[in-house]
């Protein structure tokens, strides 16, 4: 199935930015060494709460092209109704572009870039 990456919706792209995080989340927890699914699942939440993601933006954001920019942007300013209570609807926002960005980047092929990025967004925990 085909994607046009220019006229998918933004809670679309969200969406499909989710299930990539998650899985590079997943991967690089595995290659880790991590193996007991309760410590898996802990460990998971330091990257995908959205105060997480939201740091995680703050580290990428510099580095991201125009085109990228826009991609974070659309997906920020969804209008969001239901904010977690672990979170800031700043921090919401920017988890859900972070999480468009990733979807955007996905249906366009953009597998290095999107590695590339993930690495970067996340350093410290290169060493998990």
Not at 39 to 57: D, T, W
Not at 85 to 99: I, N, P
Request: glycine content about 8%.
């Amino acid at each position: 199935m085909e994607f046009d990456h220019r006229t998918a919706g933004t809670a679309s792209l969200a969406y499909l930015g989710d299930a990539v995080l998650e899985l590079l989340v997943r991967e690089r927890l595995v290659a880790a060494g991590y193996t007991a699914p309760k410590v898996l699942n802990a460990k998971a939440l330091h990257f995908v709460r959205a105060s997480a993601q939201a740091q995680a933006m703050e580290r990428i954001a510099p580095l991201l092209t125009e085109e990228e920019a826009g991609a974070f942007r659309r997906g920020r300013n969804i209008g969001h109704t239901n904010t977690p209570k672990s979170a800031t609807v700043a921090e919401y926002r920017s988890a859900t572009g972070m999480e468009a960005l990733f979807g955007y980047l996905h249906i366009k092929g953009e597998q290095a870039r999107i590695k590339e990025l993930f690495a970067l967004a996340y350093p410290q925990e290169a060493r998990t």
